[in-house]
């Protein structure tokens, strides 16, 4: 699938300056509030340092954390020394987004020079919950504080961030109403990577769905299996038990407790109507794993329901699913098998992610948890992409319109 949008490599950059946005927000560890995973940050400071490298003067804009996640919404002090050791450039740290401070900041810039200006998220703007209740177009955010204090300074707006491409913010969407823009070298990684699986697999194409996002997983399933995008689905996580009950397996009450006190009995109805229609596509859980005095037992699903929860996939389930791991020309996976922080119960999300690194299929993970846990456990070298994205990455394989890529898009015939 061929988009038209411009490519940093097409403008003359010496002595501009740029507006750079990357999408580098990152896990945190709860104690400390630093950086427990830089696959992001490493994989946008290539554009970065060609900014620099080509004579650019660089602002880099950024978020971290969310209203929904608060306890992740911090300084960037840590992620502006990060991408500084990745990208092999001085970049200073200014904890301010668009007012005075910053503003004299990118007026002082030089070519060659690059600041890092505050959080996003610091500006009611840019958090999930204004975009949810306020609704503005890309076209309505030429008005918003950030773009207004910020889109005089620059010459270019340059969009890295693939990974937020769901997100309809003035950070993503509203800069190409008013200035020259071009995407960044991962933004077109991540596209051509995705487009490979999603319309040019080699077959079969083996999709593993797992994790506690559901929603993510019964998003792009009918998709996937609907157009012969994939060919088979394995499912773990919480998709898996709820693929169980749909097949009329039960749980036991606190499973479904657990399940209820999440709205997630809403998906079964839609597990029901998977199964019925896709017959031999969907490959469910024959164990699981529960705790039992404290240590590991595995249960076949036929012993099931027992007084517990499921946080893990069994032996028998892996040994499965690995065989047809095996064959698989192309494999999407998107979800940890299972609790993988808990030892006890990192079996099943382990034996998966290696079964998905010894295939000689094309492979391609991605989402925050699918790259914490993978990274974990397999040499990552054996993936062929890791992709960055989370929630963009699940709607663009359901084949919807992501708002960065049509901002992107639109502002094609309008680049200088």
Excluded at 91 to 109: E, F, H, S, T
Aim: with cysteine.
């Amino acid at each position: 699938m061929e988009i038209k949008i411009k490519s940093v490599r097409e403008f003359d950059l010496k002595g501009k300056k740029v507006l750079f946005r990357p999408d580098i927000n990152s896990p945190i560890d709860p104690v400390t509030k630093s950086i427990v995973n830089v696959n992001r940050i490493q994989k946008n400071a290539p554009t970065l340092k060609f900014l620099l490298d080509s004579g650019a003067a660089v602002a880099i804009i950024a978020h971290q954390g969310d209203t929904l996640d608060y306890q992740n919404l911090i300084s960037m002090q840590e992620h502006a020394q990060k991408i500084s050791e990745a990208s092999g450039y001085p970049v200073r740290y200014i904890d301010d987004v668009c007012g005075d401070a910053a503003v004299d900041a990118v007026k002082n810039l030089k070519g060659g020079e690059c600041v890092f200006l505050g959080n996003l998220r610091y500006l009611t703007e840019e958090v999930s919950t204004f975009e949810k209740d306020v609704k503005l177009t890309p076209e309505e955010m030429k008005d918003t504080y950030l773009i207004r204090r910020l889109a005089p300074l620059f010459d270019l707006y340059v969009n890295d961030a693939f990974s937020a491409a769901h997100r309809n913010c003035p950070s993503m969407t509203g800069f190409q109403q008013i200035m020259p823009s071009a995407a960044g070298f991962q933004f077109f990684d991540e596209f051509s990577a995705l487009s490979a699986v999603r319309d040019n697999a080699k077959h079969p194409a083996v999709f593993v769905l797992g994790g506690a996002k559901i929603s993510d997983a019964f998003g792009m399933m009918e998709t996937v299996l609907k157009n012969g995008t994939a060919d088979k689905i394995l499912t773990t996580g919480i998709t898996g038990i709820i693929m169980l009950i749909a097949s009329g397996v039960e749980v036991g009450d606190k499973m479904l407790k657990f399940l209820k006190d999440r709205d997630l009995l809403v998906f079964v109805d839609s597990a029901k109507k998977y199964l019925a229609e896709y017959s031999g596509q969907i490959e469910m859980p024959v164990d699981v794993a529960v705790k039992v005095n404290g240590t590991r037992a595995e249960i076949p699903v036929s012993q099931m329901p027992m007084d517990t929860l499921y946080p893990d996939i069994g032996a028998e389930t892996v040994r499965k699913y690995s065989h047809i791991l095996k064959s698989a020309g192309t494999i999407f996976a998107n979800g940890p098998a299972g609790v993988y922080e808990e030892p006890l119960f990192s079996f099943g999300t382990k034996g998966i992610w290696q079964a998905i690194a010894d295939s000689d299929g094309y492979s391609v993970i991605g989402g925050g948890d699918t790259v914490n846990s993978a990274t974990a456990f397999i040499d990552m070298n054996k993936i062929s992409y890791v992709c960055t994205a989370g929630g963009a990455l699940i709607r663009f394989m359901s084949g919807k319109k992501l708002p960065l890529v049509d901002a992107m898009e639109k502002a094609y015939g309008g680049i200088k």
